[in-house]
C-alpha cells in the first residue's frame, strides 16, 4: 500500500521538477453546406461533440472557406448546448454610419479568437462596396471568454443565418479548438510511480542512517 506521506512527495516534486504535462488542447472539425437564403428561422447548423474532459481556459474557432456576397445578411452563432452559452462571432455587421447592413463579400477562410490583434467589425468596415474581407484571425462581436471555466464535455452547435434576400453564400466547415486551463494538469501514471520509488528509496536511506 502507498503511503500518503510518500505520494504527497511525489506529487510536490512533480510539479517543483515542472514534469507534470499539461493536458493537451482538443481540436474537431464540423461539416458546412450551404447557408440558406433569406431563412432566418432555419439556418445552416453544424456540430461537433468533445469527450475530453477539462476546465475550458480558451476558445478558437475557424469559419474554413466561408463565403456570400453580404456579410450584413448574416448571425453566426457558437453554442455550447449543455450549459446554454452562446456567443456571437458576428451579427449582421453594419456598414461606417452604423446603421445599414455591411455590403462586404466573405470569401476564406476566417478564425476568431478573443487574442486576435483586430475585430472582425474593423476589418469588414475596412473595405467599400464589393470588398472581400480578407482571410486572417479576428476578435468575434462576442466574447469567447463566456467558455471559460465550464467544462469542455459535450456538443457545440455553430449557428449561421442569412436574415435578407438575394445573397447566398456556403461554409466548407468548421475548426474548434478547446484550450485547457493549467490547473487541468495531471500527472502521469509512470512518472508519479517513478517518484515514488525514489521517495522510498529516499526514506529507506535516511531510516538507516
Same mark, same amino acid.
Given at each position: ?40 428561422? @432555419?439556418?445552416? =447548423?453544424?456540430? $461537433?461533440?468533445? %469527450?475530453? #474532459?477539462? &476546465? ?5 474557432? +475557424? ?62 468596415? @475596412?473595405?467599400? =462596396?464589393?470588398? $472581400?474581407?480578407? %482571410?486572417? #484571425?479576428? &476578435? ?5 471568454? +463566456? ?63
Amino acid at each position: 500500500m502507498v503511503n500518503s506521506k510518500f505520494l504527497t512527495a511525489a506529487l510536490s516534486l512533480a510539479l517543483l521538477l515542472n514534469i507534470v504535462p499539461s493536458v493537451l488542447a482538443a481540436t474537431l472539425t464540423g461539416a458546412g453546406g450551404s447557408i440558406p437564403d433569406n431563412s432566418p428561422t @432555419s439556418p445552416l =447548423t453544424s456540430s $461537433v461533440t468533445f %469527450t475530453d #474532459s477539462f &476546465a475550458i481556459d480558451s476558445v478558437t474557432i +475557424a469559419l474554413n472557406n466561408l463565403s456570400h456576397t453580404f456579410v450584413g445578411d448574416l448571425i453566426a452563432t457558437l453554442t455550447h448546448v449543455e450549459t446554454g452559452t452562446s456567443v456571437d462571432l458576428f451579427n449582421r455587421i453594419t456598414n461606417n454610419n452604423g446603421v445599414n447592413p455591411d455590403s462586404s463579400n466573405l470569401g476564406g477562410t476566417y478564425t476568431f479568437s478573443d487574442s486576435a490583434p483586430i475585430s472582425f467589425l474593423t476589418a469588414v468596415r @475596412s473595405g467599400g =462596396t464589393n470588398f $472581400v474581407v480578407p %482571410t486572417g #484571425s479576428y &476578435a468575434p462581436t462576442g466574447l469567447l471568454s +463566456a467558455f471559460i471555466g465550464e467544462s469542455s464535455l459535450g456538443t457545440y452547435l455553430l449557428t449561421i443565418s442569412d436574415n435578407a434576400a438575394a445573397d447566398v453564400g456556403t461554409l466548407g466547415s468548421f475548426t474548434l479548438t478547446l484550450n485547457p486551463a493549467a490547473a487541468t494538469a495531471v500527472p502521469e501514471p509512470a512518472t508519479l510511480l517513478g517518484l515514488l520509488a525514489g521517495c522510498g528509496a529516499f526514506a529507506r536511506l535516511k531510516k538507516r542512517a
